[in-house]
């Protein structure tokens, strides 16, 4: 289901992109806004694909997966963008969360939170696991 994203990403399909996502699925993506269902992330991804991350190029990498239920999963991601922004080669680094489920044997994106990591979220202040750091 990721590197189905990741695909249509790099081949700058929107309609490819959504497939992956429920028809009743949320979006929360990198600036925070939001879309509701499969038609909207469509047209979101679509738009995007021809204007700010237009050429752009994504990788994922799944760094865990925790099953709620053995129908409903939680993968944390890893996302690497190559974009052109001003002219100038820029790389943004982000961590989307998903929450999946498996429905009619599928399994479908019902949930998607993009977070970009900015330098100060990208620093190891607080250390997992450590009792005397607040996050």
Do not use: C
Not at 12 to 17: L, R, Y
Not at 18 to 23: C, K, N, P, W, Y
Not at 30 to 56: D, N, Q, V, W
Not at 108 to 122: K, S
Request: aromatic letters at 12%; a positive charge.
């Amino acid at each position: 289901m990721v590197y189905r994203l990741e695909a249509a990403w790099n081949a700058a399909d929107g309609q490819g992109f959504a497939e992956a996502f429920a028809e009743d699925s949320d979006f929360i993506h990198i600036l925070g806004g939001y879309y509701k269902g499969r038609a909207a992330i469509e047209a979101g991804h679509r738009m995007i694909f021809g204007t700010i991350y237009k050429g752009s190029a994504v990788r994922y990498s799944v760094e865990k997966i925790r099953f709620l239920r053995p129908d409903v999963g939680i993968v944390f991601l890893r996302q690497y963008l190559q974009f052109r922004e001003g002219g100038a080669l820029t790389e943004l680094e982000a961590r989307p969360t998903v929450i999946a489920e498996k429905r009619d044997g599928k399994w479908q994106i019902v949930l998607m939170q993009n977070t970009r990591i900015t330098e100060a979220g990208d620093r190891t202040a607080y250390k997992a696991g450590s009792s005397t750091q607040s996050p």
